[in-house]
């Protein structure tokens, strides 16, 4: 017979209101809500099956076995999820990323969305949305918000069960692309988990808190109504709060780099040119620039002989994480 295997797919998500900080670290609770659109063409694909190798989980990415470090944050997980859903059974754990890991593109994000959608298929958890959604958090924060499908909204919660993320919209609402320009996609120094830990230190972290729910009432109503430019503006804003935060929290994170600004400023000039895009970048160097379906040509073309790119990538409005092979 042969042996009983669980495969998912599920994909990034770049965020338009950003989550930094966290209220209550180890659950994952974060300190403001935050909105964001998943990333459909990059992918992650992670497929669970029983290790009978022995008392312990293990972990292979593109291939590669992943070391006792590595696997050490997907192990916890699981061990996470085996306290609050009483499954038994160890995993083997193989995932295919067909894009750069931990360069400002939310690995982790894909990461845990694909293992709790697998974890719930494969031990028949039976779980809701919601509940799938609020696992993934404690993997990775982001990861909720790659459950659900096409654009949508984490909600703080003040429990594990209340912080999860919704649909604000489905896919086929509005067709966006992100066309990330990789100016390094190199490991980065700093990890989220760290940075989460260090917003706290900075002045203007309170008031990038305090100001969140009207970014993110305003982000909600451009993405109800189309609006591209309401949209660009509160993108830009949050994406400029959050590194401020980074910039000046003691130790000081810059992810900014010379080619990260000078992308930046074009895609202000592009706009000033009436073509629909924005920026807005995670915790990387990369810039994603956030465009419509209409003017995307425009964009890539604008972008061809800019210098300082290593690599493009290209994504738009996606489902959330699915089993695709019971
Ligand atoms: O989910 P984490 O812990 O990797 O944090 C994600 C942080 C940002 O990508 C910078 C912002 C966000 O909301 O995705």
New binding site residues.
């Given amino acids: 017979m042969s042996q009983k295997r669980t495969t998912v797919k599920a994909h990034p998500?770049i965020?338009f209101i950003?989550?930094?900080g966290n209220a209550i670290p180890d659950l994952?609770l974060p300190s403001n809500g935050?909105i964001?659109m998943n990333l459909q063409g990059l992918d992650t694909v992670t497929s669970l099956s029983e290790n009978n190798k022995g008392a312990f989980h293990s972990l292979e990415i593109n291939g590669e076995k992943q070391d006792s470090i590595k696997t050490k944050r997907i192990s916890a997980f699981i061990e996470k999820a085996r306290e609050l859903y009483g499954f038994s059974g160890y995993l083997d754990v193989r995932s295919q990323n067909n894009f750069p890991m931990g360069a400002g593109i939310?690995s982790?994000?894909s990461a845990f969305a694909a293992l709790a959608t697998a974890i719930n298929d494969f031990y028949a958890l039976d779980l809701s949305e919601k509940e799938i959604s609020a696992l993934a958090r404690l993997g990775?924060?982001?990861?909720c918000?790659s459950i659900p499908d096409g654009f949508t909204m984490w909600k703080t919660g003040t429990t594990h069960e209340g912080s999860y993320a919704t649909s604000i919209v489905p896919v086929n609402h509005w067709e966006l692309y992100d066309y990330i320009l990789i100016v390094n996609k190199d490991e980065k120094k700093i990890s989220?988990?760290e940075?989460?830990h260090l917003s706290a230190t900075s002045p203007f972290q309170s008031v990038r808190i305090h100001d969140a729910k009207r970014r993110l009432k305003i982000c909600k109503s451009a993405i109800l109504d189309k609006d591209f430019e309401k949209l660009s503006d509160i993108i830009e804003l949050d994406s400029d709060m959050?590194h401020a935060v980074m910039m000046t929290s003691n130790p000081p994170i810059t992810y900014w780099q010379p080619d990260s600004i000078a992308i930046m400023k074009k895609v202000r000039a592009l706009r000033k040119r009436g073509i629909a895009c924005a920026y807005t970048m995670?915790?990387g160097p990369n810039v994603h620039v956030i465009c419509t379906a209409s003017d995307l040509n425009k964009v890539k073309e604008n972008f061809k002989q800019f210098k300082g790119i290593d690599q493009a990538l290209l994504a738009k409005t996606g489902f959330g994480a699915r089993v695709i092979q019971p």
Avoid at 140 to 143: K, L, N, R, V
């Fill in positions: 998500n965020a950003k989550y930094w994952r935050s964001s939310a982790s994000a990775s924060g982001s990861a918000r989220s988990t940075g989460h959050m995670d915790a």
